[in-house]
Structure formats: structure tokens, C-alpha cells
Nanobody
Framework: QVQLVESGGGLVQPGGSLRLSCAASGSIVSTYAMGWFRQAPGKEREFVAA????????YYADSVKGRFTISRDNAKNTVYLQMNSLKPADTAVYYCNVRVGLTTKYDYWGQGTQVTVSS
């Protein structure tokens, strides 16, 4: 019932920028937070950034703090990830995440978008 569509991935040079978008559609009753995870080849999926819907609180992984900025459009259930000063280590498939629920949380995932940082 819930669909997440990511866009904005691609190839960029080190030091460059990309902006990812994630639009959520379907019967989302209560959005607790939206965010981004990423997974590089041979590595586990790791947390990147998240933003809560009710409090507008943001959270970042140490590896991206100061370089990435997450923002939201509550009316459209859309989250953005502005990525600046990109490094080759940022190369990964980026997945959009929506966490719903109140006391009990449930996660929905997008299909992912490839980000490649290379010269």
C-alpha cells in the first residue's frame, strides 16, 4: 500500500554535489520519520540521515555530518538529501526509508538509487 520512489542519483566528481528526492505515496496513516540509508558493495546497509515529522528533528551519521543536509515537505510526504563535498567513500546505493507508527514502529523501503563519486 505504500510506495517510495527515489530519484536524483548519478555520477559526480569528488567534491561535487547531488540532491536525492524520495516521494512516498499510499495509505500512510502516521509518519514518524523519513530518512536515508546506503549500502556499498560488500558492506552492510548503514544509516545516513533522518528527519522526524512531528518535531522536525534531524539526525546524521558521523561520516556525513556537515556535508549532507536532510529536509522535508510534509504535505507531499517527500524527503530530500542534499549531498555536498562528495567523496568516493560515499559511493553506494541510497535507500529511502519511511518509519510509521506511534508506540510500535514499522519501516518501508524504496528500491534505491545509485550514487557514484569518481573522477
Amino acid at each position: 500500500q505504500v510506495q517510495l520512489v527515489e530519484s536524483g542519483g548519478g555520477l559526480v566528481q569528488p567534491g561535487g554535489s547531488l540532491r536525492l528526492s524520495c516521494a512516498a505515496s499510499g495509505s500512510i496513516v502516521s509518519t514518524y520519520a523519513m530518512g536515508w540509508f546506503r549500502q556499498a558493495p560488500g558492506k552492510e546497509r548503514e544509516f545516513v540521515a533522518a528527519i522526524t515529522w512531528s518535531e522536525n528533528s534531524t539526525y546524521y551519521a558521523d561520516s556525513v555530518k556537515g556535508r549532507f543536509t536532510i529536509s522535508r515537505d510534509n504535505a507531499k510526504n517527500t524527503v530530500y538529501l542534499q549531498m555536498n563535498s562528495l567523496k568516493p567513500a560515499d559511493t553506494a546505493v541510497y535507500y529511502c526509508n519511511v518509519r510509521v507508527g506511534l508506540t510500535t514502529k514499522y519501516d518501508y523501503w524504496g528500491q534505491g538509487t545509485q550514487v557514484t563519486v569518481s573522477s
